[in-house]
């Protein structure tokens, strides 16, 4: 039996989460290949000193130690966005297998220095960690789309929202400091929902919000706010509809809140990740929205079955699995980093009709 040997750089609350993963798939699925969590790297001394517990046996504070270490077949980014740029170059010219957490990169120009290479050099498997595509709701969406539901899709609309941004007085992280920004983190979860629902985007135009000019850093000092903590954007989509997608850290009593309403000629779908057992479907014979159970119905999984409730996390196992199971069966896996490019350039299409006030075509 196939072992793949992985390799994971960051280990903070996204890394956690991946190792659990990777840890847990072996009593979701019937594997026909081995798992091993061979190698991690982190910062800092004590943070690698904390993941001496979860089995791995190379530890490393160099990235591209651990993507060059020769038993290691995949290697998992986990690390800020600020740092993705030379760990995918350095992964792919090393060819190995790569699952890239979102979003991508920082901007377009370290974007299309990603596409030159992924696109001429690249020859293994990769996979963007878009994980909402992977829930029994939303795969159930894509069925139901795919299968002619809605009919004709006319309008859509999308909000993925928190609130931990609310507050003045709490120090800001790296996503604030470092220039993430709430359209690279959660926008970007929706963005790639109506991409892969809908198609292509034709055109955006947008406005984003800085609630707080300025807030302290984790040592309490002062600094400058130059990322958005809300954004909201209309786009026409190359199928004919339209629709609106907000994505916001300040809206006050939202836990972790993502939704979506599709409507078209013949039906609607609606789901609520604080309901994720369901969707509220409505087709024209019936007149009326029904909910439709969803709850744990994924195919190649009977655990812990398919009537139990669904929680957040089960949709990052399903990821983890699609990527290895493509990689096990030497097939392309989707959402590959092809569509972390076209996401980050929708995203790149938002921020340039905020500038200018017009709509921007997506290129």
Not at 167 to 178: L, R
Not at 312 to 319: E, G, K, L, Y
Request: glycine share 8%.
């Amino acid at each position: 039996m196939k072992k793949y040997k992985i390799g994971i750089i960051g280990f903070g609350f996204i890394g956690k989460v991946h190792t659990f993963g990777y840890s847990n798939l072996k009593f979701y699925y019937d594997l026909p290949f081995e798992v091993e969590l061979f190698g991690i790297c982190a910062s800092t001394k004590e943070t690698l000193k904390k993941a001496e517990n979860f089995g791995f046996k190379f530890f490393t504070q160099n990235a591209d130690e651990l993507i060059k270490h020769p038993e290691i077949d995949i290697v998992d980014i986990c690390s800020p966005n600020i740092f993705h740029k030379e760990q995918l170059i350095s992964a792919m010219n090393e060819q190995k297998h790569i699952y890239c957490e979102k979003p991508l990169v920082c901007d377009i120009k370290e974007t299309i220095e990603i596409e030159k290479i992924f696109s001429k050099k690249y020859k293994k498997i990769s996979q963007m960690v878009f994980h909402n595509r992977f829930f029994p709701a939303t795969l159930k969406t894509k069925f139901l789309i795919e299968k002619g539901f809605l009919g004709k899709p006319l309008s859509f609309r999308s909000t993925y929202f928190h609130s931990g941004s609310l507050d003045k007085n709490k120090p800001i992280g790296w996503k604030q400091e470092k220039g993430a920004g709430v359209l690279l983190d959660l926008g970007s979860h929706i963005i790639d929902l109506v991409y892969w629902f809908l198609g292509e985007f034709e055109s955006v135009i947008g406005k984003s919000t800085i609630l707080y000019p300025e807030r302290i850093d984790k040592n309490g000092k002062k600094i400058k706010i130059e990322v958005e903590d809300s954004i909201s954007f209309l786009a026409k989509m190359k199928n004919g509809s339209i629709g609106s997608i907000e994505a916001s850290k300040i809206t006050i009593g939202s836990e972790d809140q993502l939704t979506f309403e599709i409507y078209g000629t013949e039906g609607a779908i609606k789901y609520n990740s604080m309901n994720p057992n369901f969707l509220k479907v409505f087709n024209k014979e019936e007149k009326c929205f029904k909910n439709l159970p969803t709850v744990q119905k994924y195919e190649e999984s009977n655990f812990p079955g398919p009537k139990f409730s669904i929680g957040w996390i089960r949709a990052h196992i399903h990821s983890i699995y699609n990527f290895l199971s493509c990689i096990d069966k030497n097939v392309l896996a989707e959402p590959s980093i092809s569509a972390g490019i076209y996401n980050m350039k929708v995203c790149d299409a938002v921020k340039n009709s905020e500038k200018t006030g017009k709509w921007e075509f997506v290129k």
